[in-house]
């Protein structure tokens, strides 16, 4: 089956215009030789086929793949690894990737302007996969992240270097919506740790080797569905 990605909303008996790139990828990539559905942003597949130019919806069902309430916020990386940590975290169902400059990303403002590519790796990395619905992508300055998740039912930060065990804080609370917050290459400035102290974070150290970036967003994000799981089946 293969699937291609149109952002809008499906209904039964739709005969939609299929965007240049995703006919490429039926005609050119994939021959064609195929049934395929599409996807979009609203979690929705829909069944039909190919007629020319356009997708003929027959059906529309839910996507059931895994798609949990996390935000990963992730201090800019390089750029050779963004691809790889955006297919990791995407694969393990995390709903959105905010990009920040923090105090020790290198060159961060160049390439937090190009999220046309990362979008386009989002969208390829649902298709792969199975996701019901691509990675939400966005950017933000390390001041406006904080003021926009002050109310946020529960936030996790994660440090590679905890000294103050006093920090270290937890909860069980019920959460519909999370936020893990991962640093860049060099790690976080104790200005940057100051600020979190006066924003109510859950504060995580794990007893490990420092971690690669790559590694650490998927350690954080396994740790946020365990955290949701245990927290909501209760």
Known sequence: MI??????????????????????????????QAEATLFNRQNQIAFGRVDEDFFVIDR??????????????????????????????????????????AERSQNAKARMKNLARLEKIAIESARQCGRGAPLEISTSTWTDLLKKFADFERKIFFDEAMADKSALTSTT?????????????????????MAVRKNDFEWVHFETPILRVETAVVVAAFFGIQKFASCNSK
Not at 20 to 30: A, C, P, S, T
Not at 80 to 94: H, K, N
Not at 174 to 190: A, C, Q
């Open 173 to 193: 609370k019920n959460s519909k919506n999370i936020l893990l917050m991962v640093g860049p290459e060099g790690g976080w400035t104790e200005k940057e740790r």
């Open 60 to 101: 529309v069902e839910e996507a059931t793949s895994p798609r949990y309430p996390l935000t990963l916020a992730l201090g800019m990386p390089e750029a050779s690894i963004l691809p790889l940590v955006m297919r990791s975290i995407s694969e393990l169902g995390v709903k959105e990737l905010i990009l920040f400059e």
């Open 3 to 32: 699937r291609l990605y149109f952002d809008q909303t499906f209904e039964v008996g739709a005969r939609l215009r299929l965007p240049k790139e995703e006919l490429h990828y039926f005609r050119g990539v994939r021959r064609g």
